[in-house]
């Protein structure tokens, strides 16, 4: 079969993939969200269960976005339709690269706000602001920008600008350079405050913490929770790893890279939250806090180290940095579909698309503070929109490309781009492919809405 070529040029090695790929994918999710997810659903048991859902579901699912990506070599969208009318099947797979578009510009609408915190501590931190602190002074600092929408909007704002500008740019110009130096930085920068932790902190309550499983705390929402957290964290379900694979050239091992990345991934969280948790129970503070959690543990940590001054600063730059390679891959799938179907350029695609974000960013500013009070489902509009994108959007549409890259794609077109021959290593992928991460994810939907027990299947 002629191979199609992308329109958006190709990555210029394979070192720039993984790069971005692992830039995707380590951001936010891992540094901020991982250890107030694992808190708020009580550590170890939540833990080894998004370990599961990584290894058994993440992995086989991130090969299976980038085959399709690579193959299609179009937008998500156009990619789902092409590769799956190739494959005898309907045009309607597109459905999936919608729903992945939309997921994307969701969560972007959020991170951005989010993103914006750690721009603003980049400032706190410069200007020695955490130094002597403890907890009544952390929580002010916090509770201060929180309470106020317009400081909220000046840093998301600046960071869809800065997102916005690097995406517009284009994609090997925009997104290599930055990764390149950044996430190493990032990583021994983690070390660093893991040694802190272990020097300073109650490192044996935060460890057990995080890593003795007690099952009881394990519920269907949170398994759905770990489940949503693996797709957030890896960036994977909504078409962002599609959007990079379709800029991948022929010969790189889909497969090397994949597990590259969610090793690094997954090392990245768990440094994390061995670093974070001992600071959170040596000031005796909550550890389901929720997602102020390391806004207020860390400055704290920097507050009374030696050179804290210097490595704070650096740490909350190093994390805008992990937050802004990760935004990029949120917005591709959308801006791509945008410059294929419309035919703008990349520049007024990312504007425009990166206004509606900005705007709908304000549904999350809010709801920290004017909007508070407002709850649908018990949920403040923050939760419900990241409850909604992460834990359903993002597995649901990793439930259907794994299902398209293994019912529907045929054998010899995933072993093609697999290139791994017909061996063991391509059996198991399949087999996890077509059974195992469909099938859990199925479970864990339905064991968080009760459905199982309604079926007469009881858990524990
Ligand atoms: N994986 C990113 C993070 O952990 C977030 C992300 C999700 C990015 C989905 C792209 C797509 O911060």
């Known amino acids: 079969m002629a191979k199609r070529t992308s329109l958006h040029g190709l990555w210029s090695s394979r070192m720039a993939f993984i790069l971005a790929v692992s830039g995707s994918a380590v951001g936010l999710g891992n540094i901020w969200k991982f250890p107030y997810v694992a808190g708020a659903n009580g550590g170890g048991a939540f833990v080894l269960f998004y370990l599961l859902c990584v290894a058994l579901i993440g992995l086989p699912i991130m090969m299976a976005e980038i085959l399709i990506g690579r193959r299609g070599r179009r937008n998500p969208v156009a990619t789902m339709r092409i590769v799956g009318e190739e494959e005898g099947s309907r045009p309607s797979w597109a459905l999936v690269g919608i729903m992945g578009v939309i997921a994307g510009i969701i969560i972007l609408s959020f991170y951005s706000v989010i993103a914006g915190w750690s721009l603003s501590y980049i400032a706190h931190a410069a200007l020695n602001r955490f130094e002597g602190a403890d907890a009544d002074l952390v929580n002010g600092l916090f509770g201060g920008m929180l309470g106020n929408w317009k400081v909220l909007a000046f840093w998301h704002t600046l960071f869809m600008i800065i997102t916005v500008w690097v995406v517009a740019r284009g994609v090997e110009r925009g997104l290599e350079r930055a990764v390149r130096f950044l996430m190493p930085s990032l990583a021994v920068l983690m070390v660093a405050l893991l040694g ?18 007690d099952f009881s705390k394990l519920t269907g929402e949170a398994m759905l ?7 957030f964290s890896l960036s994977i379900g909504m078409g962002a790893i599609m959007a990079y694979g379709a800029y ?3 010969g790189t091992s889909i497969t090397n890279t994949s597990i590259s990345v969610v090793i690094a991934d997954t090392a990245m969280a768990l440094l994390a939250g061995l670093a974070i948790f001992p600071i959170v129970f040596a000031h005796a503070m909550d550890p389901a806090a929720g997602p102020g959690l390391i806004f207020q543990t860390l400055p704290l940590a920097f507050g009374n180290m030696v050179g804290g001054h210097l490595f704070g600063t650096l740490f909350f730059v190093l994390l805008t940095f992990a937050a802004w390679t990760s935004s990029i891959g949120l917005i591709e799938p959308a801006v791509a579909w945008s ?33 508070e009070h407002i709850k649908l489902f018990g949920r403040t509009l923050f939760e419900n929109l990241d409850h909604l994108s992460s834990n359903i959007m993002l597995p649901l549409g990793g439930l259907f490309i794994t299902v398209f890259a293994g019912w529907v794609m045929c054998k010899n077109s995933t072993a093609e ?15 996890l492919a077509r059974w195992v991460a469909p099938a859990a994810v199925l479970l864990v939907f339905l064991h968080a809405t009760g459905l199982l027990h309604f079926f007469g299947i009881t858990t524990s």
């Open 196 to 213: 802190y932790a272990i020097i300073n902190g109650d490192f044996r309550a935060g460890a057990a913490f995080l890593l003795e499983p």
């Open 248 to 250: 991948l050239p022929e």
């Open 225 to 231: 929770a770990a489940l949503g957290q693996a797709f």
């Open 339 to 371: 410059v294929e179907t419309h035919g703008r350029s990349r520049a007024a695609a990312a504007t425009v698309i990166g206004v509606i974000i900005w705007a709908l960013g304000f549904l999350t500013i809010l709801s920290f503070n004017e909007f």
């Open 417 to 431: 781009e697999l290139d791994l021959g017909t061996g063991t290593a391509y059996r198991l992928w399949r087999f």
